[in-house]
């Protein structure tokens, strides 16, 4: 079992940077695949980003690529989501999750989920 719980989401201009942080207690950590996804309102949930469980390979949606960046701290339980460049259409509750091993861009391929941060962004 994992637990995640996310931080580090609120309102931001256009063009500024956050850094979201999921913070994960439960056992083998090291052992999951982590992903960030997020969802706007009236909208189905997107995916964002992913990496594998050393940090080593990472695969990201085309509407953050260059912008976002996914890195995990195996010792801190912890992955983040450093969001630069921001845009209005960011604008959304973003969730981590994990699975065991491999990454994927498909939400229904995780077993754990956080209960979401709202980030905002202002134009």
């Known amino acids: 079992q994992v637990q995640l719980v996310e931080s580090g989401g609120g309102l931001v201009q256009a063009g500024g940077s956050l850094r979201l942080a999921c913070a994960a207690s439960g056992r083998a950590f090291g052992n999951y695949a982590m992903g960030w996804f997020r969802q706007a309102p009236g909208k189905e949930r997107e995916f964002v980003a992913t990496l594998n469980w050393n940090g080593d390979s990472t695969y990201y949606a085309d509407s953050v690529k260059g912008r976002f960046t996914i890195s995990r701290d195996n010792a801190k339980i912890t992955v983040y989501l450093q969001m630069n460049s921001l845009k209005p259409e960011d604008t959304a509750v973003y969730y981590c999750?994990?699975?065991?091993?491999?990454?994927?861009?498909?939400?229904?391929?995780?077993?754990?989920w956080g209960r979401g941060t709202q980030v905002t962004v202002s134009s």
């Open positions: 999750a994990a699975r065991r091993f491999m990454t994927s861009a498909r939400a229904i391929d995780y077993d754990y």
